[in-house]
C-alpha cells in the first residue's frame, strides 16, 4: 500500500513533477499548479498545456511537524510549506536544510533535490523537489 | 417529492474499546438504531465508513455489516468521503428514500481505529484522504495541513492563541456528563495554553482523540410520532466538494464546499442561518469548528471564537454548539462521526438527548467536513408536532 510503502510505478510516474516541476497551464484563465492536468480546476477549459514551473519561490505558510507519518519519523521535526514560486504558481513542499525555528514567512527558498520516502527495508527510493533556503541571489 | 424522516438512533460508547471489533461495534448501533424505531427489517442498509480495508484489513463493508445484522439478502453499500463518510451514508439513504426505491433504510456510521497500533500507522491511514501524490507524499498529516490553515486564519482576524482555546473548553465542558463521550473531563484556559504543540500551532488539545465507535439512525418514508405527537423529519440535506489538495485553493481559509453544501441544504429546507437553534459541527481541530460556524452563515468570519467565548454557544445559549462535546471531546471515529452528529441533531430536536438536552430547539443542522473541507455534507431536520 502507497501509504506505507511507495512502490517502483507511482515513483516513475510522478518523476517529471517531482524532479523537474513540470505542471500545467490553463490557456484561458491562467491557472498554473502541479501535477499536469487535462482538466483546469478552476474554470473547465481543457485548453492546457504542460509547463515547467520556476525553482524559485518564497514561503507563504509553513508548519513544523513533530508527529510523522509512518516513514517520515526520520525527519522530525520537518517543516511543510505553501509555496508561492516566482510566476505565482503555489505548490505544496518540505523545505530541508533549514533549521525549523528560522523559518520566516515569506523566505526564499529554491528547490533541491532529495530523497522523500524509502519504501520498506531495502525497497525502492522516492526522490523529489524539497525547498531550501536561497544560497545566492 | 417524498418526505424522510428519522425514527429511531442507536450509538455505541466511544474510545479505544479493545474488546470489540469493527463488527460488534457495528451490530451494537444498528441493531439499537431499529429497536428504537421498532421495526425488525429494513429495505437497505448504507455504511458510513472511511479506512476499514487499511485499518481492519476489510472492504466489502455492506455485505459484513448487512451479514452481522442478519439481514440477509438485502442491499447494502458502503459509502466513503473520509471523514464525512457518515454524512455521506446518510445522504445516499436520504436519496434512496426520496428516489422511492426504498422505503426504509437503515445507516450505520463505524470506524476501529485502534487496532492499528501504532501512531504513524494511523496518522498515515488518515493522511490518506489528502492527495496522496502531492501532499501526503511530502509527509503532510491531517493535523500539518490543518496548521497551515490555522495560522493563515489567525494571521487574516488577528486572533491570538487563546481565541482557539474557547471551542475545545466548551467541548470538554459539553462531554463530561455525556454516557457515551470519549473525553469526559473539563479542561482550563491555562491547560489549553500549555497544552504542547503538534504541528504548530496546532496543540494537542485543538485536536479531536482517536477512537473506535458507531451510530445508526433508521430513515423511513413513513412518520412515525412518539407518545407526545413528536417527530423528526430530515427536511434538508446538501453535499459538496472542493479541490482535493489544499495547495491548488485560492483561499486557505474560506471553504467553499463547506459554503455550497450549506447553501443546498438550506435551499432545499426552505431556511436561513437565522433559523437554526442547534448545531452539530466538525471541530477536528479548533479552526476547523470555527470555519464550520463560518461557512453556515450563523457568524461572520473572524467572529466564530467570540461566538464560542461569549457562551451564546452553550448549552443554555442562544445557539447551542455541539451540545455533546462534539469530535473534540465527544469523539472522533472518522467514518462514524457524522452518523454521531446526525443521531445528537435528532436527539436535540425530539428531546431526547439526556443530560446534554440543550433548550427544545425546533430546528437544527450538522456539517461533516471530510478532508481539509474537500468533501462536506450538511443536514437539516426538522421537529414536527
Ligand atoms: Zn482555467
Known amino acids: 500500500m502507497w501509504a506505507f510503502n511507495p512502490s517502483i510505478p507511482p515513483i516513475k510516474r510522478e518523476m517529471p513533477s517531482r524532479y523537474r516541476l513540470e505542471g500545467f497551464e490553463c490557456h484561458d484563465c491562467g491557472f498554473r499548479s502541479l501535477p499536469p492536468r487535462q482538466v483546469c480546476p478552476r474554470c473547465g477549459s481543457r485548453n492546457v498545456s504542460r509547463v515547467r514551473l520556476p525553482r524559485r519561490g518564497r514561503v507563504l505558510q509553513h508548519t513544523v511537524v513533530h508527529s510523522a507519518p509512518r516513514g517520515y519519523e526520520f525527519y522530525t521535526p520537518y517543516v511543510l510549506a505553501l509555496i508561492e514560486l516566482e510566476d505565482g504558481t503555489r505548490i505544496f513542499s518540505q523545505l530541508t536544510d ?11 527558498v529554491e528547490a533541491v533535490l532529495r530523497k522523500v520516502r524509502v519504501g520498506g527495508h531495502g525497497g525502492p527510493v522516492a526522490y523529489g523537489l524539497k525547498f531550501r533556503p536561497v544560497l545566492e541571489r | ?145 490543518n496548521a497551515l490553515i490555522m495560522r ?68 423511513s418514508a413513513s412518520e412515525r410520532r412518539d407518545g407526545e405527537g413528536i417527530s423528526v423529519a430530515l427536511v434538508g440535506f446538501g453535499s459538496a466538494t472542493d479541490t482535493m489538495a489544499l495547495y491548488t485553493r485560492e483561499d486557505l481559509v474560506e471553504l467553499k464546499g463547506a459554503k455550497l453544501a450549506a447553501k443546498r441544504a438550506m435551499e432545499m429546507a426552505g431556511v436561513t442561518p437565522r433559523d437554526l437553534q442547534v448545531l452539530e459541527v466538525h471541530d477536528a481541530f479548533s479552526v476547523m469548528g470555527y470555519l464550520n460556524l463560518e461557512a453556515l452563515g450563523v457568524v461572520e468570519p473572524g467572529k466564530a471564537s467570540r461566538l464560542i467565548e461569549s457562551g451564546d454557544a452553550d448549552r443554555s445559549g442562544s445557539l447551542p454548539v455541539n451540545p455533546e ?61
Open chain 2, 152 to 219: 493563515a486564519y489567525a494571521q487574516r482576524y488577528g486572533l491570538r492563541e487563546e481565541d482557539f482555546g474557547w471551542m475545545p473548553i466548551l467541548m470538554h465542558k459539553n462531554a463530561s456528563d455525556v454516557p457515551y463521550a470519549q473525553l469526559r473531563f473539563p479542561i482550563t484556559m491555562e491547560a489549553y495554553l500549555s497544552s504542547p504543540k503538534i504541528a504548530d500551532p496546532i496543540k494537542l488539545l485543538d485536536s479531536a482523540p482517536m477512537g473506535d465507535g458507531s451510530a445508526a439512525a433508521v430513515l
Open chain 2, 1 to 145: 417529492m417524498r418526505e424522510v424522516y428519522v425514527i429511531g438512533s442507536g450509538l455505541t460508547k466511544i474510545g479505544n474499546l479493545w474488546d470489540k471489533g469493527l463488527r460488534d461495534l457495528a451490530v451494537e448501533a444498528g441493531l439499537a438504531a431499529m429497536e428504537e424505531a421498532g421495526v425488525d427489517s429494513v429495505d437497505a442498509v448504507f455504511v458510513g465508513n472511511m479506512m476499514s480495508g487499511i485499518l481492519n484489513a476489510q472492504e466489502n463493508l455492506g455485505a459484513y455489516v448487512a451479514d452481522y445484522l442478519g439481514l440477509p439478502g438485502i442491499p447494502a453499500f458502503k459509502v466513503e468521503a473520509a471523514c464525512a463518510s457518515g454524512g455521506a451514508a446518510v445522504v445516499s439513504a436520504a436519496m434512496a428514500i426520496k428516489s422511492g426505491l426504498f422505503d426504509r433504510v437503515l445507516v450505520v456510521g463505524v470506524e476501529k481505529m485502534s487496532d492499528m497500533t501504532a501512531t504513524e500507522d494511523v496518522t498515515s491511514a488518515l493522511a490518506t484522504a489528502s492527495e496522496a501524490d502531492y501532499e501526503m507524499f511530502w509527509g503532510a498529516s491531517f493535523v500539518s495541513l
Open chain 1, 98 to 108: 533549514v533549521d525549523p525555528e528560522e523559518v520566516t514567512q515569506g523566505m526564499e
Open chain 2, 325 to 385: 462535546g462534539g469530535l473534540k471531546a465527544r469523539g472522533h471515529p472518522v467514518g462514524a462521526t457524522g452518523v454521531y452528529q446526525f443521531v445528537e441533531l435528532y436527539r436535540q430536536l425530539s428531546g431526547r438527548a439526556g443530560p446534554a438536552q440543550a433548550g427544545s430547539p425546533e430546528l437544527g443542522a450538522a456539517m461533516n467536513v471530510g478532508g481539509t473541507g474537500s468533501n462536506v455534507v450538511v443536514t437539516i431536520l426538522r421537529r414536527v408536532s
